[in-house]
């Protein structure tokens, strides 16, 4: 099998992650946004395995779901029909392994069970009862701790005959099996052994839901050996009332030192505006598990691509509410020729899922019913959150917005309510990003809850909503003098921030500047009073960004930089003037973010820059305005040659880019209002692909021309 024909597809953190090397990297953590195809990773990797010549009886991929197991069974097989992968749920592979038959003796026999074990649903209430009726207290222990090692010899003395009942019935719950499966594997060294030959690769799915015992579990089956490749979410980490513990993602580096982080932050889901509310969810996260989204899907219909922003309706009551929702579905169906099932309301809890249910059967439209989708038309969903996590949808009414409601009542101490606050917040975002093209947030000042008419607060999450430019007055040159005073006071302040960081966390230096660089180009727009539109920006994730990219863009004024930045998604470096490094801050920053600093008077500009380029220690990617598109009237010289010569020595991608409007809202601004700008994106052009094709590249009969036609179109 091709290995190229596995990686086809894939963007260029995904290519990482499947081409992972245990020996040499060790353990793999891989961060996957929401919508970023984490699934189409672990069976990439799961083939590139087998194709690399791993017998497929050496891998198990866990996941939490059968249906989640055997979606990934059918993609490996459509490459490799005969592969033995065992990919299997947590429980089933503890079931397997109580089974397992090493001279003649199961594995349960080895724990004592006289007959093979039979897994029930678990009953708390039947667990406590028991306790009371061997003489001890309903919460002296948990289900789970029936047969831990190491307690109490009095206690353990009084639990003999209820363990004893287990053992000789064969009759346990479904937790107890992941716990004994690793009793065994902890305690039996034969068994261990045997078990530890029969697996050499470890792919988890959903780490972020792992329990503590099925972290054991995991960590009993690895040993010391470093083939372990997790995926997960921390942002979407929503199921900590069943006992799944976050933190076995976010001390994973601590957990194996020497292991390997990769994001995965391409979405194929959502638009870029509904992307940018997800992105201002965690603005207070630790650096190291950081993510931001990034839009990654080029859908051409017309829905997606007018790209809404999140809307906020706020309602006197439940009945104006479903008024407007009704309205809106009517209108969107006929305007867009959707059909009932592109829709979704979503709710925190289930009480709500049953008005809004009963409110549209009123209204005599259809229902999404999951038992009866075989024979009946699909309809409207309506689901809490919890249920829709994995799902998408075109458009997306998140209701009850709303303190108590979306974020949840919270219980318990301080600690445990703060506890239960972030998991909240991550609730929201998981809502959040299940709409593709359209989201609308709803709050109802007064609902029926609990049997009673009840006054709601606005939700605390609300204040992630982009929030509109405040009106301004004063005099444009004092305007101008405050944008310029602002934004180096704030140029200021970060570098005081800097020198604390390098002082207590200097491996985080880079990570914190390339969020502080978002946020620093975000503050500029907004002290400008531009607002941004950036088309195409999908196009972004047809770029390697693991190889050099040099930047092509046409160049009006100093707001393009902060523009690009935002356009981009990224820091990018530039080449600037030598003088500009001695700006107060300025020059900090720009040798920071990686600019090259030129001298024009002196020859072989184009040289030195290739060979700072060259020496820098990360990736080369610089933006780079070519000389022709310095005008003040929007129109375009003829192209100089260097940058297109730096790009060509490089093999980098050259990434075209049209900025428009930001001279109007600075060096030509005429007042104080509001200043469109917009990006466009466009195609990129990989020079290596062509020299690979073609054997090189003409710069001046072919490079120049192709990207200053692009350009020229865009304008």
Same mark, same amino acid.
């Given at each position: 099998?091709?290995?190229?024909?596995?990686?086809?597809? %894939?963007?260029?953190?995904?290519?990482?992650?499947?081409?992972?090397?245990?020996?040499?990297?060790?353990?793999?953590?891989?961060?996957?946004?929401?919508?970023?195809?984490?699934?189409?990773?672990?069976?990439?990797?799961?083939?590139?395995?087998?194709?690399?010549?791993?017998?497929?009886?050496?891998?198990?991929?866990?996941?939490?779901?059968?249906?989640?197991?055997?979606?990934?069974?059918?993609?490996?097989?459509?490459?490799?029909?005969?592969?033995?992968?065992?990919?299997?749920?947590?429980?089933?592979?503890?079931?397997?392994?109580? @089974?397992?038959?090493?001279?003649?003796?199961?594995?349960?026999?080895?724990?004592?069970?006289?007959?093979?074990?039979?897994?029930?649903?678990?009953?708390?209430?039947?667990?406590?009862?028991?306790?009371?009726?061997?003489?001890?207290?309903?919460?002296?222990?948990?289900?789970?701790?029936?047969?831990?090692?190491?307690?109490?010899?009095?206690?353990?003395?009084?639990?003999?005959?209820?363990?004893?009942?287990?053992?000789?019935?064969?009759?346990?719950?479904?937790?107890?099996?992941?716990?004994?499966?690793?009793?065994?594997?902890?305690?039996?060294?034969?068994?261990?052994?045997?078990?530890?030959?029969?697996?050499?690769?470890?792919?988890?799915?959903?780490?972020?839901?792992?329990? +503590?015992?099925?972290?054991?579990?995991?960590?009993?089956?690895?040993?010391?050996?470093?083939?372990?490749?997790?995926?997960?979410?921390?942002?979407?980490?929503?199921?900590?009332?069943?006992?799944?513990?976050?933190?076995?993602? #976010?001390?994973?580096?601590?957990?194996?030192?020497?292991?390997?982080?990769?994001? /995965?932050?391409?979405?194929?889901?959502? #638009?870029?505006?509904?992307?940018?509310?997800?992105?201002?969810?965690?603005?207070?996260?630790?650096?190291?598990?950081?993510?931001?989204?990034?839009?990654?899907?080029?859908?051409?219909?017309?829905?997606?691509?007018?790209?809404?922003?999140?809307?906020?309706?706020?309602?006197?009551?439940?009945?104006?509410?479903?008024?407007?929702?009704?309205?809106?579905?009517?209108?969107?169906?006929?305007?867009?020729?959707?059909?009932?099932?592109?829709?979704?309301?979503?709710?925190?809890?289930?009480?709500?899922?049953?008005?809004?249910?009963?409110? %549209?059967?009123?209204?005599?439209?259809?229902?999404?019913?999951?038992?009866?989708?075989?024979?009946?038309?699909?309809?409207?969903?309506?689901?809490?959150?919890?249920?829709?996590?994995?799902?998408?949808? +075109?458009?997306?009414?998140?209701?009850?917005?709303?303190?108590? /409601?979306?974020?949840?009542?919270?219980?318990?101490?301080?600690?445990?309510?703060?506890?239960?606050?972030?998991?909240?917040?991550?609730?929201?975002?998981?809502?959040?990003?299940?709409?593709?093209?359209?989201?609308?947030?709803?709050?109802? @000042?007064?609902?029926?809850? *609990?049997?009673?008419?009840?006054?709601?607060?606005?939700?605390?999450?609300?204040?992630?909503?982009?929030?509109?430019?405040?009106? #301004?007055?004063?005099?444009?040159?004092?305007?101008?003098?405050?944008?310029?005073?602002?934004?180096?006071?704030?140029?200021?302040?970060?570098?005081?921030?800097?020198?604390?960081?390098?002082?207590?966390?200097?491996?985080?230096?880079?990570?914190?500047?390339?969020?502080?660089?978002?946020?620093? !180009?975000?503050?500029?727009?907004?002290?400008?009073?531009?607002? /941004?539109?950036?088309?195409? *920006?999908?196009?972004?994730?047809?770029?390697?960004?693991?190889?050099?990219?040099?930047?092509?863009?046409?160049?009006?004024?100093?707001?393009?930089?902060?523009?690009?930045?935002?356009?981009?998604?990224? #820091?990018?470096?530039?080449?600037?003037?030598?003088?500009?490094?001695? %700006?107060?801050?300025?020059?900090?920053?720009?040798?920071?973010?990686?600019?090259?600093?030129?001298?024009?008077?002196?020859?072989?500009?184009? /040289?030195?820059? @290739?060979?700072?380029?060259?020496?820098?220690?990360?990736? +080369?990617?610089?933006?780079?305005?070519?000389?022709?598109?310095?005008? *003040?009237?929007?129109?375009?010289?003829?192209?100089?040659?260097?940058?297109?010569?730096?790009?060509?020595?490089?093999?980098?991608?050259?990434?075209?880019?049209?900025?428009?409007?930001?001279?109007? !809202?600075?060096?030509?601004?005429?007042?104080?209002?509001?200043?469109?700008?917009?990006? *466009?994106?466009?195609?990129?052009?990989?020079?290596?692909?062509?020299?690979?094709?073609?054997?090189?590249?003409?710069?001046?009969?072919?490079?120049?021309?192709?990207?200053?036609?692009?350009?020229?179109?865009?304008?």
């Amino acid at each position: 099998m091709d290995v190229q024909e596995i990686l086809k597809g %894939l963007n260029s953190d995904q290519k990482k992650a499947v081409l992972h090397n245990h020996e040499t990297d060790s353990q793999l953590l891989i961060l996957a946004g929401a919508g970023s195809g984490k699934t189409s990773v672990l069976t990439k990797r799961i083939q590139y395995r087998i194709a690399s010549g791993l017998p497929p009886s050496q891998i198990l991929s866990l996941t939490f779901t059968a249906k989640a197991a055997a979606e990934m069974s059918e993609r490996v097989c459509s490459l490799f029909p005969e592969a033995g992968v065992r990919l299997c749920t947590f429980h089933s592979l503890a079931l397997f392994l109580l @089974k397992e038959k090493i001279d003649g003796v199961f594995g349960y026999e080895r724990l004592g069970f006289k007959k093979s074990p039979i897994p029930v649903e678990n009953d708390g209430s039947d667990f406590a009862c028991d306790l009371v009726r061997f003489g001890l207290g309903a919460k002296t222990i948990s289900r789970e701790e029936l047969f831990a090692l190491g307690l109490p010899n009095t206690l353990e003395k009084r639990l003999g005959s209820l363990r004893e009942r287990v053992f000789q019935s064969g009759q346990v719950v479904f937790d107890d099996l992941i716990y004994l499966a690793t009793r065994l594997l902890e305690s039996d060294s034969e068994f261990r052994a045997f078990i530890q030959l029969r697996w050499s690769e470890f792919l988890v799915d959903e780490y972020q839901d792992i329990n +503590p015992s099925q972290y054991r579990l995991v960590r009993a089956l690895l040993g010391e050996r470093r083939h372990l490749f997790v995926v997960g979410d921390d942002d979407q980490a929503i199921y900590g009332f069943r006992g799944a513990d976050i933190g076995n993602i #976010t001390r994973f580096q601590k957990d194996f030192p020497k292991s390997t982080l990769i994001r /995965l932050e391409w979405n194929y889901r959502s #638009t870029p505006s509904i992307l940018d509310l997800a992105n201002r969810i965690f603005t207070d996260k630790p650096l190291a598990l950081r993510k931001v989204l990034r839009a990654g899907n080029c859908r051409q219909d017309s829905l997606f691509r007018e790209n809404r922003k999140p809307e906020f309706w706020e309602s006197e009551n439940p009945v104006i509410e479903i008024n407007k929702i009704v309205q809106y579905l009517k209108e969107m169906r006929l305007d867009y020729d959707l059909p009932f099932d592109a829709f979704a309301i979503l709710v925190r809890y289930n009480h709500q899922r049953l008005y809004y249910e009963q409110a %549209l059967r009123e209204y005599g439209l259809p229902l999404h019913q999951s038992d009866e989708e075989v024979t009946s038309p699909s309809g409207i969903h309506v689901e809490t959150v919890h249920s829709s996590k994995g799902l998408q949808y +075109p458009v997306v009414f998140y209701v009850g917005l709303a303190e108590n /409601l979306t974020p949840g009542s919270c219980q318990g101490s301080r600690k445990v309510k703060k506890k239960q606050l972030k998991e909240e917040r991550r609730l929201f975002y998981v809502g959040v990003t299940r709409a593709e093209s359209a989201l609308v947030l709803l709050y109802c @000042k007064k609902r029926h809850w *609990k049997g009673r008419l009840s006054p709601f607060k606005k939700s605390r999450f609300l204040q992630c909503l982009e929030k509109p430019l405040p009106e #301004t007055f004063m005099p444009l040159f004092l305007f101008r003098i405050t944008v310029f005073f602002r934004i180096i006071a704030y140029m200021g302040i970060a570098v005081l921030r800097i020198s604390f960081l390098r002082l207590f966390s200097p491996k985080k230096i880079k990570q914190w500047i390339d969020i502080q660089i978002q946020t620093y !180009a975000a503050y500029c727009l907004r002290v400008l009073r531009i607002e /941004l539109t950036v088309e195409n *920006k999908a196009t972004l994730a047809k770029v390697d960004w693991s190889r050099p990219v040099v930047v092509i863009g046409n160049h009006q004024s100093y707001a393009d930089i902060p523009v690009a930045f935002l356009a981009l998604s990224r #820091t990018v470096g530039f080449l600037a003037k030598r003088e500009l490094k001695r %700006l107060p801050f300025l020059g900090f920053w720009m040798t920071k973010i990686g600019c090259v600093f030129i001298s024009r008077d002196k020859p072989g500009v184009g /040289l030195a820059v @290739k060979e700072e380029l060259l020496q820098s220690k990360g990736i +080369p990617c610089v933006f780079i305005f070519p000389e022709g598109t310095r005008s *003040k009237n929007g129109k375009l010289l003829p192209f100089k040659s260097g940058g297109f010569r730096i790009a060509a020595d490089l093999d980098a991608t050259i990434l075209p880019i049209v900025i428009q409007g930001t001279r109007a !809202a600075w060096e030509g601004r005429k007042d104080m209002g509001t200043r469109q700008v917009t990006v *466009k994106i466009l195609e990129p052009c990989d020079i290596l692909q062509i020299k690979n094709e073609t054997g090189g590249v003409k710069i001046r009969e072919y490079l120049i021309p192709t990207i200053r036609k692009q350009i020229e179109e865009a304008l």
